[in-house]
């Protein structure tokens, strides 16, 4: 299956809200590559201006990607930060 057949859509912005307050979410693209290699993210949400080459990384096969449809400057504002995210990812 290729990576890209895997991003799914979303709008769940209020899923993410959720995972952020609960403490799950690591923000930014180094972080969440970094635990992704040890096995410790489930999910990671993308904003619509995360870099494309962020999809095609081979330690993201086996999670699932979703894409908000939100731009990283929002995103950190969403989140509570004065800085872009472009990159979220869920602790498992």
Same mark, same amino acid.
């Given at each position: 299956?290729?990576?890209?057949?895997?991003?799914?859509?979303?709008?769940?912005?209020?899923? @993410?809200?959720?995972?952020?307050?609960? =403490?799950?979410? &690591? /923000?930014?693209? !180094? +972080?969440? $590559?970094? $635990?992704?290699?040890?096995?410790?993210? +489930? !999910?990671?949400?993308?904003?619509?201006?995360? #870099? %494309?080459?962020?999809?095609? !990384?081979?330690?993201?096969?086996? &999670? +699932?990607?979703? !894409? /908000?449809?939100?731009?990283? &400057?929002?995103? =950190?504002? $969403? @989140?509570? %930060?004065?800085? #872009?995210?472009? &990159?979220?990812?869920?602790?498992?």
């Amino acid at each position: 299956m290729e990576i890209i057949e895997k991003i799914k859509k979303d709008h769940g912005i209020n899923d @993410l809200k959720k995972e952020f307050n609960e =403490g799950k979410l &690591v /923000l930014g693209i !180094r +972080e969440t $590559l970094k $635990l992704t290699k040890k096995n410790k993210i +489930e !999910r990671i949400y993308l904003s619509t201006t995360a #870099p %494309k080459y962020i999809v095609n !990384r081979e330690e993201f096969k086996k &999670v +699932e990607i979703n !894409r /908000l449809d939100i731009d990283a &400057v929002g995103l =950190g504002k $969403l @989140l509570g %930060k004065n800085f #872009p995210v472009s &990159v979220a990812g869920v602790l498992k």
